[in-house]
């Protein structure tokens, strides 16, 4: 799966402009806020970095407008760091009735994995956290090995909280201990990076949903997905605005009727991707790089 999202939490000078685009975010946050949308979207996966580098040292104001945003149309959050300005997100989502998955990075740096680790335990100590995951797309060439997964899922566990990995589908059905060793699972399915044309996506995401769903012998399966909506093709996907909202649509309809739990990926577009994931690296969201609603999901959520 060429989905990449490692956040490392190096020293990096923020973009002034990135910054004045949180700046204006927070002085409209309130009209974002609470008043009258209801919340259409189980939950989003977020990360905060809009036109800035990972290890910008954002506010607790500025995060906290990014989320007021969010919250009118998503009952939960999904993180993907503990650290850092990560460290206090959970208090700011769930000061805004939103349910947190906190989660821990992990890669083959057994120190940082450490110190993430603890920052989760934090996180679940605090009364913030509804569910840890532990790790993200780590089976799928990271260097760390199932044997030190399935350890640090462990060893999170046994803090009462609800415990999980975020792993690619084919990687959770080939690593059967891994979904063992997890409370519920959550599979990360993309059509759009296998090529899958928007039409026949959904269908897919249900076909592997029903293989790991059968795999997990009655855990429950927690779904993340997405679809850009600009960037280069991948086979027969095409990332449009138009088809980011026909899967969007088509999407939540399918999770609704067969009461499956997701986190959409994700909730604003965030420039620094197109390192890692070409042009369409950051165009997967919701909202774009300035914090407006993209065209025509605003009709599926509800907006106000």
């Not at 910008?56 to 995060?63: D, K, R």
């Not at 840890?132 to 044997?147: C, I, K, N, R």
């Not at 399918?254 to 997701?262: H, L, M, P, T």
Request: glycine share 10%.
């Amino acid at each position: 799966m060429l989905k990449t999202r490692r956040l490392r939490m190096t020293k990096t000078l923020a973009v002034s402009i990135g910054l004045l685009t949180l700046m204006l975010i927070s002085l409209a946050g309130l009209s974002h806020g609470a008043a009258g949308a209801s919340r259409q979207l189980q939950g989003l996966c977020f990360s905060p970095y809009l036109q800035v580098n990972p290890g910008a040292n954002l506010t607790s104001a500025q995060l906290g407008a990014l989320m007021d945003t969010v919250a009118p149309y998503s009952a939960g959050l999904r993180m993907f760091c503990s650290t850092g300005i990560w460290a206090g997100m959970p208090a700011l989502a769930k000061a805004r009735g939103m349910s947190v998955a906190g989660a821990c990075d992990l890669g083959a740096d057994y120190s940082y994995n450490n110190t993430e680790l603890n920052g989760l335990i934090a996180q679940v100590k605090s009364g913030n956290v509804s569910l840890a995951v532990v790790g993200d797309e780590t089976l799928s060439g990271s260097g760390l090995s199932q044997t030190k997964l399935i350890s640090y899922i462990t060893k999170v566990k046994a803090y009462g909280v609800r415990t999980t990995t975020s792993q690619t589908y084919d990687e959770l059905l080939a690593h059967p201990k891994v979904m063992a060793a997890c409370n519920v699972i959550v599979m990360n399915i993309y059509p759009f990076w296998e090529g899958k044309s928007v039409s026949s996506a959904v269908a897919y995401v249900n076909t592997q949903y029903q293989k790991v769903k059968s795999a997990a012998r009655g855990k429950q399966v927690i779904v993340e997905t997405g679809w850009p909506s600009a960037g280069s093709p991948c086979g027969s996907a095409v990332a449009s605005i138009a088809n980011a909202n026909t899967f969007l649509k088509g999407f939540m309809a399918w999770a609704n009727a067969n009461g499956v739990k997701y986190y959409y990926f994700e909730a604003f577009d965030e420039l620094w991707k197109v390192r890692s994931e070409g042009d369409v690296g950051a165009h997967w969201c919701v909202w774009d790089q300035n914090g407006a609603l993209k065209p025509g999901m605003g009709a599926i959520l509800g907006a106000v």
